[in-house]
């Protein structure tokens, strides 16, 4: 039995997790789920797999229900608790209290927790993982007990986006939102395009995802920009494959490109960046 927790956006996230099960054919079956978090059997290990998620934080590996459950965690010299569905300093500390308890007849430990929050934050569990083993508890209708096996990587994330040799601030799209888009047309594999691919965020993921890539923008700097972000993948990321870029305006598509595409994946051009709300003149 697995948990999932979900990102900022809940809802995406949900929805992203459904896509990426069709898309990796995994049988799943809901144990119990929230706004924040689902608790769910899976036929395949959803370990290997998780990294592939933009929109999910953790994957929980559940070790059982109720507190009795406390008694099969592993041991941990340095551990931290996690706690969803209550925001509760006392009932965290009893918590962690009752752990430290039953790991005694296998050595010392300690646990820590960080200022103002009651779950650990992916970046800080990646820092001490896994010699820090992070337990977690959910509290729904009833009480699921786990210990986090894998995180979505904010490290990586961060470098996929303000690493790039080329940047467009305000213009490209977080590499978390490729990724989750990639996910949501629930497709393996084949020809991917992005037809306003800017810099290139979403044709990264495709080359991540080891993927046909396609990526096409009117704007011959943006695609020239885009070149450059790609060598600079392969280099970081040992990407095998290379992408194809064209110049090309969208309404001429058919014309650059020879191929059939599997699935478009895209942020089009929605007109100038604003930074207040358009009047109604502005925005006709
Ligand atoms: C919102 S940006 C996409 C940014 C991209 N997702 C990234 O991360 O860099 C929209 C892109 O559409 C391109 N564009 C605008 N009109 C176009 C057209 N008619 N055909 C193709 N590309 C177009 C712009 O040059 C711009 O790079």
Redesign the pocket.
């Known amino acids: 039995m697995y948990a999932v927790i979900y990102g900022k956006n809940p809802k995406l996230s949900e929805a992203e997790f459904w896509a990426f099960t069709k898309r990796f054919g995994l049988k799943i079956k809901i144990i119990e789920s929230s706004r924040h978090w689902m608790v769910f059997d899976s036929d395949k290990s959803v370990e290997r797999l998780f990294h592939r998620l933009g929109g999910s934080l953790k994957l929980v590996k559940i070790v059982g229900e109720g507190e009795e459950a406390i008694r099969d965690l592993e041991y941990a010299k340095l551990f931290t608790v996690s706690i969803y569905g209550r925001d509760d300093w006392k009932l965290w500390r009893e918590l962690g209290s009752e752990i430290k308890k039953n790991f005694k007849s296998q050595g010392p430990s300690k646990f820590f927790k960080p200022a103002k929050v009651y779950a650990m934050p992916s970046e800080l569990i990646l820092k001490g993982f896994p010699e820090v083993k992070d337990f977690v508890f959910f509290f729904g209708g009833n009480l699921y007990v786990g210990e986090t096996i894998a995180v979505a990587d904010p490290f990586e994330l961060k470098k996929l986006d303000v690493e790039r040799p080329v940047q ?1 601030a305000i ?3 977080p590499p978390r939102l ?1 990724r989750i888009m990639v996910n949501l047309t629930e497709i393996r594999q084949g020809n991917f395009l ?9 044709v990264q993921e495709f080359l991540l995802q080891g993927l046909n890539a396609y990526g ?4 011959p700097k ?1 695609i020239h920009g885009a070149k450059k972000n790609l060598n600079w993948l392969k280099k970081e990321f040992r990407t095998k494959r290379g992408a194809h870029l064209e110049v ?4 001429k598509l058919k014309h650059c490109f020879r191929v059939k595409f599997d699935a478009i994946v ?5 007109g100038k960046p604003l930074k207040y709300h358009p009047t109604k003149g502005e925005a006709i």
């Open positions: 467009r213009l490209s799209i490729a992005d037809p306003f691919c800017g810099i290139g965020t979403i096409s923008d009117s704007n943006a090309c305006d969208v309404r895209t942020e089009p051009y929605m």
